[in-house]
């Protein structure tokens, strides 16, 4: 969803608020893609506190879904966010000053998509488990542990601990 910050800009309104709602479905970036389950509209606030000065809050809240990183089974992932930002915008061109913040300032168009993206991507939690003693899956034949036990001998050791495995045969050997 695009807001239109000219009447702000301008000086026709001081501030405005606005319920946004997410039009993207897919949280996509580099190495991954999950899958919206749930959303609420993005609720904001944009204050102007200057000449081309903007003062952005708001809140929202999506639900990701994301693979077990141990079994692969879809996780639903909670996020929350608050969004705090301060943007000022050069008078002649319409571009923002901040590199940072050129994603989701577009002219005199601010992209909802794009900033709450941002703070998606920021919250995402580098380990996602479907139980905190998920046992994944079998090396050998690819099972869900936590489904049953597959039959597989996963006993492996260490190749640098053979020596040891060796001295123990022989003494079983006695």
């Known amino acids: ?5 000219r009447n702000l800009l301008s000086g026709t309104k001081e501030e405005i608020s606005v319920s946004a709602e997410l039009e993207m479905n ?3 970036y580099a190495v991954a893609e999950y ?3 749930a959303k609420k509209p993005v609720e904001l606030l944009i204050t102007r506190i200057g000449k081309n000065k903007l003062h952005i ?3 929202g809240y999506v639900a990701l879904s994301i693979p077990c990183d141990r079994c692969l089974e879809p996780v639903q992932t909670d996020i929350c966010f608050d969004i705090d930002r301060e943007i000022d915008i050069k008078e002649d061109s319409g571009m923002v000053e901040d590199d940072e913040e050129k994603d989701y300032i577009d002219g005199y168009n601010l992209d909802v998509d ?4 941002g703070e998606i991507f920021l919250l995402i939690p580098g380990k996602t488990l479907c139980k905190e003693d998920c ?3 079998c ?3 690819g099972a869900n542990l936590n489904q049953g036990e597959c039959g597989c001998d996963r006993a492996s050791l260490d190749p640098r601990m053979s020596v040891f495995k060796d ?3 022989n003494f079983k050997e006695v």
């Open 167 to 169: 001295i123990l045969n």
């Open 1 to 5: 969803m695009l807001i239109d910050l």
């Open 135 to 137: 046992k994944g899956l």
């Open 26 to 28: 897919v949280f996509k």
């Open 114 to 117: 794009k900033l709450v993206f």
């Open 35 to 37: 899958d919206i389950i």
């Open 57 to 59: 809050t708001g809140n």
């Open 139 to 141: 090396l050998k034949c």
